[in-house]
């Protein structure tokens, strides 16, 4: 298993640097000159620009800003947004906020999606099992923004059971609707992926002869169906961790969440391509430590994975 774990681990590296020299080239390279919009139609004096590009080494070559890059996001050292506010001291404000959300959502989606989905395929083709499946294809079919102000007028102004935005600094309550919203499709996703895992394994081979063997009906499921049926599941639900936390964007404009996509979306507006890749850069890391977890409880599921 050790050995395992440190194949995966020297995966990561180039994967990490792959892909975070692909999105500084993306965003570093596109058109416009964000130094020259600083300066609005007046523009800047040659001095002042000349001191912006040197704090960014803008008047560096590429591959040169790149390595710079590296380094700061080794020494934790990303450089200053155009307010002069540090880049680390902007994602350390909005990270942990989209973080609680995601993991929110993770755990929302996970034991209601698991539940149900695990339920529906035991009783495949009953009224249970129809029903579920059909509210599922109107949860995917229904775009984000419309479950927020449906869920935000009625849970929230109609009923007044929870708030309806979550403000500047939100608890557990105030994020509990902006949860269920971004959790509902991937909800949906991981009750039919489930259920779909569990009508193929509660009918498998190992699974007659675990019953012929007179194991008794919860251990067969739990042990046999349950365990075999969550391969798919836990790998859908380490990616969706990352999807979460780079597509909270329009749940957090709903709910006035002042996290990850509000940040990145402001830096975009801004043209502030230090805090853009920087904030990225996280993300990145987040996809790839998610995915590493991932494949440690793959193989924990599955030990011929460790081999393979």
Known sequence: MLWYIGRR???VIPVFLGATLLLYGLVFLRPGDPVAALGG???LSPAAELAI???YHLDQPFFMQYLYFLRGVFTFDMGVTFTGRPVVEVIAQA???TFQLALMAIVIETVFGIGFGLWAGVRKGKLFDSTVLLWSLLLISLPTFVIGFVLQAVVGVQLGWLPITAGRDPDFISLLMPAVVLATTSFAYILRLTRT??????TADFVRTARAKGLPQGKVMTRHVLRNSLIPVVTFIGIDLGNLMGGALV???IFNINGVGGTLYQAIVRGENVTVVSLTTVLVIVYIVANLIVDVLYAVLDPRIRYA
Do not use: D, H, W
Request: proline content about 5%; charged content about 30%; glycine content about 10%.
């Open 197 to 202: 895992s569990v009508v193929e394994n509660i």
């Open 41 to 43: 139609e007046r523009g």
């Open 9 to 11: 681990l020297l995966q």
């Open 251 to 253: 749940t957090e404009g």
């Open 95 to 97: 990270f942990p906020v």
């Open 53 to 55: 590009r040197e704090a």
